[in-house]
């Protein structure tokens, strides 16, 4: 039941980000720091030159990463705000972020592994952080590692999938539609789809075709249960020619992205209100749980005291029964003074004087008396077997908690009753402070 404890308990902290176990960190070496979970995780994915990099450079209104027609993209970058600009390889990534831990450990994938570190509180860089990805292409390009497998790993542990579809004739890349269709089997409501560079492509004609065309491919591949819409955008900055009246629905994203902020935010302090509840519900049947043992193991010592003291008493009434038939005496006669033992008394001049001895008064006479011979052998039998089983059923012992655990128990009650709920609660009125007073 501990063991069940304690594993729903990790579930939660997994669930809400916080440490996980050592045992799931696998090792020493990635005893770092543990910033657990705690932002809204934004996964980019999409086709090579998507303009994935770009969007995440203008979100955060800096050149965190590198965008060109190349493929610049080859590794997963983690890009959020800390107190000062900072790259971390792989293993400190690793390190820092538990929920990463999984995806590092994957073949290949360690060297290919980074996180950005940025000053810039654009938006909602406070709250979130991205993933940049490398871009999917069609044919040879292989990577050293499995990208997809990557890519499905974290994806569990988003609130966001980006996907960028950018029109130049990439947007079908097969490639990227298989992870899209293998995406959207489970996370299809976290999924947002993005026509990139919209800006490129003038000709409203040209765009209505795109749309509809990705669309419809879209539709095919994933099984949504909601409406799923294509967002246009382009990056301002980027466009050469006059946009003019293009449609660029950048800023409904960054609103998606900060409303994914602020349900992740009360999730979060949903599901650690509830596991809260619950653990503490947990706690208390325990501790229960362990006072009824405690109650039934004194009763178990009472039997304890009687059945030894019925025992006693049924030994010494063996003992006796073997000591009088051991003598070769009649039970009978040495209890009962009708058939009293007789004793001789030669006198020197030769007269015999017979003398009956006195019956025994004793319990054991009385109850030999009273039950007869072979019968009262019998019921000592029977007591004995009785008295047996009963000292073995009534004194069985109930397992209890050791006294540590006791005390780390009550401990963890009183802490979750008077100090987590409440600061739950008071992070709860934080929140909508913020977010009636402040502007940002
Ligand atoms: N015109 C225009 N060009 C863009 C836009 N966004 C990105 N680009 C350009 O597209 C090219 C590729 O952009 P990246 O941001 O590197 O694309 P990516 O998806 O990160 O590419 P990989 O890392 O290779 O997967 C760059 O030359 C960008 O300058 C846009 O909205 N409009
Ligand atoms: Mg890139």
Redesign the pocket.
């Known amino acids: 039941e501990r063991e069940r404890m304690r594993k729903e308990l990790q579930d939660a902290r997994q669930r809400v980000g916080g440490d996980m176990s050592k045992e799931d960190h696998g090792s020493d070496e990635e005893d770092g720091a543990d910033l657990g979970k705690d932002r809204t995780t934004c996964l980019l994915i ?10 995440v450079n203008w979100y955060v209104g800096e050149k965190v ?9 080859a590794g997963f970058c983690l890009i959020r705000k800390g107190g000062k600009r900072a790259r971390w390889k792989g293993r400190q990534t690793s390190s820092a972020f538990p929920w990463l831990r999984r995806a590092a450990r994957m073949e290949g994938v360690m060297d290919f592994l980074s996180t950005e570190i940025v000053t810039s509180t654009r938006f909602d860089m406070r709250r979130i952080e991205f993933i ?1 990805t ?2 999917m292409v069609d044919g040879s390009v292989r990577y050293p590692y499995d990208v997809d497998g990557v890519v499905e790993e974290l994806a569990g542990h988003c609130s966001v999938i980006l996907v ?1 579809l950018d029109p130049i004739g990439k947007a079908l890349v097969s490639r990227c539609m298989r992870v899209v269709e293998m995406l959207s089997r489970k996370h299809s409501s976290k999924m947002l789809f993005v026509l ?2 919209i ?2 492509m003038k000709d409203q004609h040209d765009r209505t075709n795109v749309v509809a065309q990705i669309a419809q491919e879209l539709q095919f591949r994933v099984k949504a249960s909601h409406a799923m819409k294509i967002h246009p ?3 301002p900055s ?3 020619a006059e946009t003019g009246s293009l449609p660029n629905q950048i800023d409904e994203i960054v609103d998606i992205l900060r409303r994914a902020c602020d349900m992740r935010a009360q999730d979060v302090m949903e599901n650690l209100h509830d596991d809260c509840k619950s653990m503490l519900a947990r706690t208390v049947a325990e501790l229960e749980a362990h006072q009824v043992c405690v109650r039934k193991n004194r009763i178990a010592n009472l039997w304890w005291v009687l059945m030894s003291c019925v025992n006693l008493l049924l030994l010494s009434l063996a003992l006796y029964w073997f000591a009088l038939n051991h003598s070769s005496l009649d039970p009978l006669l040495v209890c009962d003074d009708q058939h009293g033992r007789t004793i001789e008394w030669t006198y020197a001049d030769n007269t015999i004087e017979e003398e009956r001895l006195p019956a025994r008064k004793n319990f054991y006479c009385m109850a030999f008396k009273a039950a007869g011979g072979i019968p009262f052998a019998i019921l000592l039998l029977l007591g004995t077997a009785l008295s047996i089983v009963l000292s073995l059923r009534k004194t069985r012992k109930q397992q209890t908690m050791s006294p540590s655990d006791v005390v780390k128990l009550r401990k963890n009650r009183k802490n979750l009753e008077q100090v987590t709920i409440k600061n739950i609660e008071e992070l709860r009125k934080k929140y909508v402070r913020h977010t009636l007073e402040e502007e940002e």
């Open positions: 999409g086709n090579h030159s998507a303009g994935k990099s770009s969007f990463q590198v965008e060109s027609v190349a493929m610049e993209t940049d490398p871009g960028f990139s560079k800006d490129t955008i382009y990056i980027k466009s050469k």
